[in-house]
């Protein structure tokens, strides 16, 4: 089952800010927190991750508190094409240089025109 | 740059029937292979992973099988299909030098009737 919990959806008006929540309440030290997004009938696409500090990339920024109990997911300007559903994963190291991923149900955005 | 290939993208197979979904990987060496299942609605469910040829791990008691023939190829099997064995089956491969990051096929799709 999925550790992390976030809400089923939410809207975003296109040109705006998409701030999506994750709470984090049994991550561990070594986990990682990754977000992904699955846009219907495709393959999900890998968006950001972080340990303990805020990233940024092309796509999205992250914010992750200090305590790492939650984190948010960024898009700073939201098109139509960002309309998907947005996991958030706490990422478990199951050794041998390997990450193992637990998808729960994950929030579906829609962009509004 | 790193492709991965999945096929077919869709197949529709009667009760009973056998399986082999097949998965490649190019322009990566010794990558880490996974499978996953999406069921209507849900999340994804990891089925199998691999982090070397012929070395597979398994995460949930199934109908399912997974080798690793090559060190590129990954092959989902079934001798005998069951109608819960419909969804949407994922590939993905990591390696250490992107920081075991997964990135995942386009995907096929599986219904059994």
């Known amino acids: 089952d999925a550790k992390t919990t976030q809400p089923p959806s939410m809207d975003c008006a296109e040109g705006r800010a998409a701030n999506l929540p994750c709470n984090h309440s049994?991550?561990?030290?070594?986990?990682?927190v990754y977000w992904y997004r699955q846009i219907h009938s495709q393959g999900p696409q890998y968006i950001i991750h972080?340990?303990?500090n805020n990233e940024t990339n092309e796509m999205a920024s992250l914010i992750i508190t200090e305590d790492r109990k939650s984190s948010t997911l960024i898009l700073p300007h939201a098109t139509l094409r960002d309309t998907a559903v947005y996991y958030c994963?706490?990422?478990?190291?199951?050794?041998?240089?390997?990450?193992?991923?637990?998808f729960g149900k994950g929030t579906k955005l829609s962009v509004i025109p | 740059s790193q492709t991965i290939h999945q096929w077919p993208a869709t197949l529709v197979q009667p009760v009973g029937s056998p399986l082999s979904l097949e998965c490649t990987v190019e322009?990566?060496?010794?990558?880490?292979l996974y499978w996953y299942r999406q069921a209507a609605g849900r999340g994804l469910q990891l089925l199998f992973y691999?982090?070397?040829?012929?070395?597979i791990s398994s995460e949930v008691p199934q109908n399912l099988s997974a080798s690793r023939p090559q060190d590129r190829q990954f092959i989902l099997s079934s001798k005998k299909l069951l109608l819960s064995d419909s969804g949407f089956y994922l590939c993905?491969?990591?390696?250490?030098?992107?920081?075991?990051?997964?990135?995942f096929g386009p995907g096929t799709r599986l219904l059994v009737l």
């Open positions: 994963i706490d990422a478990r190291y199951s050794g041998a240089g390997s990450y193992q991923l637990t």
């Open positions: 322009g990566t060496s010794n990558p880490n």
């Open positions: 691999s982090v070397g040829i012929g070395q």
């Open positions: 972080g340990l303990k």
């Open positions: 049994t991550i561990s030290g070594n986990e990682y």
């Open positions: 993905a491969w990591s390696v250490l030098e992107l920081k075991e990051t997964q990135y």
